[in-house]
């Protein structure tokens, strides 16, 4: 069965540091996969995406880049963080042909 | 711009009722809708889902309705109960095959009262 892991679940950080959230899947190969941020109440915001390894497409300009070094991991960062990047980060994975979305357990960041 | 609208914001039922929540879209090329459920320090989890060939779709206690013609589809969770406390989101997607995404209401807060 497929899983996703995505750490760490919790992180404060001084404003700008750098920041690097990790989510890797296994039980699939090719999936697509996702970074998501949920601000306290409200919906969920898509901020990259990723059909392959080195693919990588921005839905929001910001602070934070994404990479996918390989085709199972996907890496968010930041080099500088923001007080507005404090939120709820979700990586999901999707199967190539198919639009059901599987969440992470999510990272909760809190900058300071 | 917000593509997919979900209300209301909040919900308190007692246990046993109805709870309905609301989505509306604008965006004629969505051909997917989702609903997810996120519990407290959780990731979301796919709920149930339709497509716009049909109007209706029963999952157990859980049935989405669906008007093409006014671009709006909504959650009904049946004898509701406390277990069913939790955020859901409704979502729309759209996009050719390998490159569809979702786009996500801003959810709504279920309270079930025992």
């Known amino acids: 069965s497929q899983t996703i892991h995505q750490w760490p679940a919790t992180l404060v950080q001084p404003v700008g540091s750098p920041l690097s959230l990790e989510c890797t899947v296994e039980?699939?190969?090719?999936?697509?996969l996702y970074w998501y941020r949920q601000a306290a109440g409200r919906g969920l915001q898509l901020l990259f995406y990723?059909?392959?390894?080195?693919?990588i497409s921005s839905e929001v300009p910001q602070n934070l880049s994404a990479s996918r070094p390989q085709d199972r991991q996907f890496i968010l960062s930041s080099k500088k963080l923001l007080l507005s990047d404090s939120g709820f980060y979700l990586c999901?994975?999707?199967?190539?042909?198919?639009?059901?979305?599987?969440f992470g357990s999510g990272t909760q960041l809190s900058v300071l | 711009q917000q593509q997919v609208k979900q209300s209301p914001q909040s919900l308190i039922v007692q246990k046993g009722g109805i709870s309905i929540i609301n989505c509306a879209y604008e965006?004629?090329?969505?051909?997917?809708f989702p609903w997810y459920q996120q519990f407290p320090g959780k990731g979301p989890a796919l709920l149930i889902a339709i497509r716009p060939d049909v109007s209706e779709k029963k999952e157990g206690r859980f049935t989405i309705s669906f008007n093409k013609s006014a671009k709006q589809f909504s959650l009904h969770i049946m004898d509701s109960q406390p277990g069913d406390s939790a955020t859901y989101f409704c979502?729309?997607?759209?996009?050719?095959?390998?490159?569809?995404?979702?786009?996500f209401g801003s959810g709504t807060r279920l309270q079930v009262q025992p």
């Open positions: 979502a729309a997607a759209s996009g050719d095959t390998g490159r569809r995404a979702l786009t």
């Open positions: 999901a994975w999707s199967l190539r042909t198919n639009e059901k979305l599987f």
């Open positions: 990723s059909v392959g390894i080195g693919q």
């Open positions: 039980g699939t190969s090719n999936p697509n």
């Open positions: 965006n004629t090329a969505f051909d997917y």
